[in-house]
């Protein structure tokens, strides 16, 4: 690895993501993974489902928050 790769390697563990910034890693991330086996599936649908389970993390108490 490069000296210039693991500068910017460094740099970016000490970077910390907002909470907007995660959860739309985390759509990505999902999105990416379940888009790669079934074509059919779609950014929006993801989105849908994502908000569905912050509602429900919400009624029954939990923020959904992970340190």
Known sequence: MTGALSELIEA???IRQSPEQ???QRRSFAYGN???ENSRITREMVAEQSERLAREAKAQGDDGQRS
Do not use: C, H, S, V
């Open 12 to 14: 970016a563990r000490r």
């Open 34 to 36: 379940t888009a790669f």
């Open 22 to 24: 995660r959860e739309e």
